[in-house]
């Protein structure tokens, strides 16, 4: 097991962890059995500990196991296990991680959005010319609100909609307006299977929506 170490002034019980459409807190400390069993957990795409004051978060693209006790984080770069095969974990590894200090916490901070910067970086493409119109700045659907991010903007699984899907980061209930750079015909919300719920309001291309913390919203658009 190869670990990185980044000794950290916090002072801090929990730390915090990306999971999928969210994140969750676990302690720092090893003051019962069960804390002592943490000795590695999961994380997505950051780690943080933060106080009320300052923190740090360890950005990464591919590595999934951490620890983070006692003013430490150390995420796990590479584990070569032997069982079934010897040499399963040998050769060239390629990963990118990154640090990020802050001030404030992960829900005063753009841990999240750095964290979505560094796996989804801006690419650039040379082409030609061409006759169409294109602002300079242009956005199919934007979020107002800074909590909640936008997912997932895909083709529905049976027609020719647009699929949306947004969550809340900060276990807060939020106001959020979502903008669409395209006219849109009209709006539903869906579930995960993409099956209509509840008809929206569609006025001068945005939709006025309400997050409950954590809550996961599909939205379905007609163009």
């Known amino acids: 097991m190869l670990k990185a170490d980044y000794p950290v002034d916090v002072n801090a019980v929990k730390a915090t962890f990306d999971i999928q459409f969210g994140n969750l807190e ?5 003051n019962t059995l069960w804390d002592f069993a943490q000795f590695e957990v ?28 006692e003013g430490h984080i150390m995420p796990s770069l590479l584990r070569c296990a032997t069982t079934p095969n010897h040499a399963q974990d040998r050769e060239v590894h390629h990963f990118v991680y990154s640090i990020y200090p802050h001030t404030g916490t992960v829900n005063t901070s753009d841990v999240v959005k750095e964290g979505y910067s560094l796996n989804f970086p801006l690419y650039c493409s040379a082409t030609e010319p061409k006759d169409g119109k294109l602002a300079a700045c242009y956005s199919f659907v934007s979020a107002d609100a800074p909590n909640v991010i936008i997912e997932t903007d895909k083709k529905a699984e049976d027609s020719k909609d647009i699929v949306i899907r947004a969550y809340e980061t900060w276990n807060k209930k939020s106001e959020c307006v979502l903008s669409f750079g395209e ?9 995960l299977m993409e099956e209509d719920e509840t008809p929206l309001e569609v006025k001068d291309g945005k939709i006025a929506m309400t997050f409950k913390p954590f809550e996961i919203k599909s939205i379905k658009v007609t163009l």
Not at 52 to 67: H, M, R
Not at 185 to 191: D, G, P, Q, T
């Open 183 to 191: 006219n849109i015909k009209s709006a539903v919300e869906c579930n």
């Open 42 to 69: 999961v994380g997505h795409k950051w780690a943080d500990l933060s106080d009320n004051s300052f923190g740090l978060a360890i950005l990464n693209d591919c590595k999934y196991g951490w620890t983070v006790k």
């Open 26 to 30: 676990r302690s720092t400390h090893n």
